[in-house]
């Protein structure tokens, strides 16, 4: 078939032009808050957020697990709540803190932390959809704290391993568990085990290049612009562990090897998400501080959704400087 020379030329330059077209952001990407966030890439070509209970001072009362979505993860745009007053899951008082979304058996699952301050015994739940946007139905709690052997069991994360295994990776503060999942992701196989210790909370895992990295975050999430959130990151051959920070030692008695901190204007950053764009760059997404605007008005900390991209350099991740990017900065390729 011929194709005349100035369509092929014209196709050419278009490619070229969207293939390297440069996007700006700066951060924060969303606001007032979406405290813990995690991130999904769906087929509709949208990527979905999902945050922890919120009062956002919108007069609306709680947000009952938040869901934004963008198609560029730069410009976001709130689409609803995972659960209404109504709808909400009612096995054990609390708000609901921390979820995770994963794409399994051919549905969504979402699960999350239902907790208060201070509480003895939190747990984990699960809901499930047919859609990214809901409506999610709870199929109940997972485990609670007293039943898994675990204080302060919140902050989940759902990874499928190579094999096809699935697991759940759960803690906060009292060590970093994992443990089987059964086949319909409701329930759990066999014994936890341990693959951090007692400075972290908010795991999340990511393969790359035959390796595993957890991202864990150390420090307060919540005091406002005296948090001291942060997140370091360690390696391991397999999902199991052990994770071994940059120098060798054991992420059990180690703090791991920092990725990301404190900058001049942003405290706190910390609870990532990865997220990979269509030049196979990884997003850190997270949420953060900004030290001049650092309350919501009911009196919680203001924690809106921030994005970086994260440098791998001898193997290891970083996000530039070690702080929250400032300014103009070029964005993700989607």
Same mark, same amino acid.
């Given at each position: ?22 996007? #700006? ?33 919108? *007069? ?15 410009? !976001? ?13 009612? !096995? ?24 208060? !301050? ?37 902050? +989940? ?13 759960? *803690? ?12 319909? *992701? ?7 085990? #341990? ?5 972290f909370e908010a795991p999340w895992i990511m393969e790359k290049d035959g390796a595993y990295y957890f991202f864990g975050s150390l420090g307060s999430c919540c005091e406002g612009e005296w948090s001291t959130y942060r997140v370091s990151v360690g390696k391991a051959d397999s999902i199991k562990g052990p994770y071994l920070d940059k120098d060798g030692n054991d992420l059990l008695y180690s703090e791991g090897t920092l990725v990301l901190a404190e900058g001049d204007n942003f405290a706190g950053p910390g609870h990532n998400a990865i997220v990979t764009d269509k030049k196979g760059t990884d997003w850190i997404v997270y949420h953060a501080i900004d030290k001049e605007n650092g309350w919501l ?19 290891? +991740? ?17």
């Amino acid at each position: 078939m011929f194709i005349p020379l100035a369509i092929l030329t014209l196709a050419v330059i278009s490619y070229f032009l969207f293939f390297n077209q440069t996007t #700006e952001y700066k951060n924060p990407v969303f606001e007032p808050v979406i405290a813990d966030p995690s991130v999904i890439k769906v087929d509709d070509g949208y990527l979905y957020a999902y945050g922890t209970e919120d009062d956002w001072g919108d *007069g609306k009362g709680s947000h009952y697990l938040p869901i934004i979505r963008s198609k560029d993860l730069i410009s !976001w745009e709130y689409i609803g709540d995972a659960f209404t007053f109504d709808t909400k899951p009612d !096995w054990k008082d609390g708000g609901l803190w921390a979820p995770h979304i994963a794409f399994f058996n051919d549905q969504y699952y979402l699960y999350y932390s239902m907790s208060t !301050w201070g509480d003895a015994n939190p747990g984990i739940g699960v809901a499930t959809a047919e859609k990214p946007e809901g409506p999610f139905k709870d199929q109940g709690p997972l485990f609670t704290s007293d039943e898994i052997g675990v204080l302060n069991s919140i902050d +989940p994360f759902h990874y499928i391993d190579k094999d096809g295994t699935p697991y759940l990776f759960w *803690g906060s503060f009292h060590g970093i568990y994992g443990i089987e999942l059964s086949k319909d *992701g409701f329930s759990t196989v066999g014994d936890k085990f #341990e693959i951090a210790g007692t400075a972290f909370e908010a795991p999340w895992i990511m393969e790359k290049d035959g390796a595993y990295y957890f991202f864990g975050s150390l420090g307060s999430c919540c005091e406002g612009e005296w948090s001291t959130y942060r997140v370091s990151v360690g390696k391991a051959d397999s999902i199991k562990g052990p994770y071994l920070d940059k120098d060798g030692n054991d992420l059990l008695y180690s703090e791991g090897t920092l990725v990301l901190a404190e900058g001049d204007n942003f405290a706190g950053p910390g609870h990532n998400a990865i997220v990979t764009d269509k030049k196979g760059t990884d997003w850190i997404v997270y949420h953060a501080i900004d030290k001049e605007n650092g309350w919501l008005p009911n009196g919680a900390t203001r924690r809106p959704m921030m994005i970086d991209p994260i440098v791998w350099e001898d193997g290891w +991740p970083i996000v530039k400087d070690l702080v929250p990017g400032e300014g103009k900065q070029k964005g993700p390729k989607f």
